[in-house]
């Protein structure tokens, strides 16, 4: 005897034509724009968190004369009943030297501003400022 086969579609819903909606998740729009200087995404996430919480701040601080010999720059100083140097350390890989290089920068972050009486200089890395909820969390927790 032979059989006559059917087609059966599958149980399994297109998505393209399924009854629920399908939400994409929001993008998010970044400028690479803070206080009119450029900056870099997870500094602006940061500025942003700061913006959020009404935090005062000042972005790309020049330590010295731009251009010259020993010449740097301070991501944030953050003015919150005191002086919050702040540096953001990118993602990605860091060589050996780098800590050292850093230790040395936090120290001459120190003493150029021993007139203000700052706070130590608070470092963070990129991961705690990878997605906007992720670096608004890190701001209510260093500055609550």
Do not use: C
């Not at 009854?19 to 994409?24: D, S, Y």
């Not at 690479?32 to 000042?58: C, H, M, P, T, W």
């Not at 120290?107 to 021993?114: G, L, N, T």
């Amino acid at each position: 005897m032979i059989k006559r086969y059917t087609y059966r579609p599958s149980k399994k819903e297109d998505v393209l034509f399924s009854r629920k909606p399908v939400v994409a998740a929001e993008i998010e729009q970044l400028f690479g724009i803070v206080q009119g200087a450029d900056a870099s995404d997870i500094e602006e996430r940061f500025a942003r968190a700061l913006d959020k919480k009404n935090k005062e701040y000042i972005f790309r601080v020049p330590l010295g004369q731009r251009g010259e010999p020993g010449w740097k720059e301070l991501d944030f100083m953050v003015i919150d009943g005191g002086y919050f140097p702040v540096e953001i350390d990118e993602m990605g890989f860091i060589h050996r030297g780098q800590q050292t290089q850093d230790q040395f920068k936090d120290a001459f972050v120190m003493d150029y501003f021993k007139d203000y009486n700052p706070f130590p200089v608070k470092r963070i890395t990129g991961e705690r400022l990878a997605t906007q909820e992720i670096a608004d969390q890190t701001v209510k927790e260093l500055f609550p």
